[in-house]
């Protein structure tokens, strides 16, 4: 099995940051570990906790806190809602829903993540 994973730069309210991103189509939302989040965003209190199941049957991790970050993929800018996951094994995943939203193709030939610039034309210069 083939995993893509790429160094992106995140840009949140109090700085940025070039995080190891994992692509991960298994996973359905976007998450990012906590110890990359303390320097480019404040998180925010999702009211309730998510109970988020893992690859261990009858094992779940709490999340309390989400974060809204842009990112760039190859000079364009993206933005979307990132967990903040406890524990997480990788800097940052980006899951199915958000590549869905932004039509983030995988080359797993070429080992890399694709997004056509026209899909972020609405955005302001």
Sequence with gaps: MSTIKNP??????KGEKR???LFD????????????VEDIEVPVSLGRVRRIATASEGHYIEVKYAV???????DVLLSDEFLVVPGLSEEAIIGAAT???WRIKLDFEQDKAIVDPKVAKMQLI
């Design 68 to 74: 809204r970050l842009d990112f760039y993929m190859n």
């Design 8 to 13: 992106l730069l995140f840009v949140g309210s």
């Design 19 to 21: 995080i190891y991103t």
């Design 25 to 36: 189509s298994g996973a359905n939302l976007s998450c990012i570990s906590p110890d990359y």
């Design 99 to 101: 590549m869905q939203k």
